[in-house]
Nanobody
Framework: QVQLVESGGGLVQAGGSLRLSCVASGRTFSSYGMAWFRQAPGKEREFVAAISWSGGNTYYADSVKGRFTISRDNAKSTMYLQMNSLKPEDTAVYYC????????????????WGQGTQVTVSS
């Protein structure tokens, strides 16, 4: 089992940047495929980006491709999401997710979730 804690959210103007972190504790971090999802008020949870166990493969939603970068540091048990050129439509609660068998866009496949961190982008 793994516990996930996100941080780094906040209020930023459109065009700005934020870096989210997800720190894991418990089982060996490199055992987990990881992902970021987000959920805006009144909307379904949306896939943002995913990264393989070693970090060698990444996958992005079209809406963030070229602006966001997912990465991980297995030695620090931490996953990151660098968000650049932020837009008001990026406003949401951002969640990190982990699973031992999967990394990808389907939120139903993930067994472990953090509590979320709020990102608000003002226009």
């Amino acid at each position: 089992q793994v516990q996930l804690v996100e941080s780094g959210g906040g209020l930023v103007q459109a065009g700005g940047s934020l870096r989210l972190s997800c720190v894991a504790s418990g089982r060996t971090f490199s055992s987990y495929g990881m992902a970021w999802f987000r959920q805006a008020p009144g909307k379904e949870r949306e896939f943002v980006a995913a990264i393989s166990w070693s970090g060698g493969n990444t996958y992005y939603a079209d809406s963030v491709k070229g602006r966001f970068t997912i990465s991980r540091d297995n030695a620090k048990s931490t996953m990151y999401l660098q968000m650049n050129s932020l837009k008001p439509e990026d406003t949401a609660v951002y969640y990190c997710a982990a699973d031992t068998r999967y990394y990808g866009f389907n939120y139903r496949e993930y067994d472990y979730w953090g509590q979320g961190t709020q990102v608000t982008v003002s226009s």
